[in-house]
């Protein structure tokens, strides 16, 4: 019985992430299937050719798909890595900003709509700036946890599960993070400033995201 409801499960699972495929190829954004975290990682390194400089924005997607990690290591990239904790905090700053012009971006999102529109939300704004313009291309890997039904529901998202938990992981003493919903607060602590809203691509070859079959990132 229990292996029935895994295969509805996985029917359910693949059917949503085809139709927002679609949705993506319809806005002229490359839009990737990957069934397990595993093979996320893997796709995400075929899209980085060698001799790129690379940069990324803060992403538990990445960290959990073992990305970060890989870029890391990779040594036939110039990795720019804005959380280096071994970094000064004006050196942190200078790597966002050379992200801005790097050749690869990548990252995870806050929110995918069913119709295949990206909504993002930053407290620097380093992340959606390079997601809007600027690196040759974009790489976004998402988990079907972050598919909603539309814009409405990505707002509602952000300020109801990722702005929150990212406060917890940060430890930001925001009002959200213990009432887990928005205050459109005034706290120095607050990670959610600058909202994108990606509706379509004018490049067809820079934007990429891959869909990861798994619950993965806040």
């Known amino acids: 019985m229990n292996n029935q409801y895994t295969k509805i499960q996985e029917t359910?699972?693949?059917t949503l992430a085809e139709q927002v495929l679609a949705a993506f190829e319809w806005r002229k954004i490359n839009g990737r299937y990957a069934p397990t975290r595993a093979s996320a990682l893997t796709?995400?390194?075929?899209?980085?050719?060698?001799?790129?400089?690379v940069s990324q924005g803060g992403s538990v997607t990445l960290d959990q798909c073992g990305i970060r990690q890989a870029l890391q290591h990779r040594d036939d990239i110039t990795f720019i890595d804005p959380?280096?904790?071994k970094l000064s905090r004006e050196q942190q700053l200078m790597n966002r900003r050379k992200g801005l012009l790097a050749d690869v971006f990548i990252t995870g999102a806050n929110a995918v709509t069913r119709d295949g529109i990206l909504v993002n939300r930053d407290g620097m704004g380093n992340r959606v700036a390079a997601l809007s313009?600027?690196?040759?291309?974009?790489?976004?890997?998402?988990?079907?946890?972050k598919i909603v039904d539309d814009i409405e529901s990505a707002?509602?998202?952000?300020?109801?599960?990722?702005?929150?938990?990212?406060?917890?992981?940060l430890d930001r003493d925001t009002p959200c993070r213990e009432t887990l919903r928005c205050h459109d607060c005034i706290s120095a602590e607050r990670i959610c400033s600058v909202t994108t809203i990606i509706?379509?691509?004018?490049?067809?070859?820079?934007?990429y995201v891959i869909l990861v079959n798994d619950s993965v990132g806040f």
Do not use: H, K, W
């Open 43 to 53: 796709q995400a390194m075929e899209l980085i050719p060698e001799g790129s400089t």
């Open 83 to 85: 959380y280096d904790p």
């Open 155 to 169: 707002i509602t998202r952000i300020d109801q599960v990722a702005s929150p938990m990212n406060c917890e992981r």
């Open 12 to 14: 359910f699972d693949r």
């Open 133 to 145: 313009f600027g690196p040759s291309r974009v790489i976004v890997v998402a988990g079907l946890n």
């Open 199 to 207: 509706e379509r691509q004018a490049d067809p070859n820079r934007f």
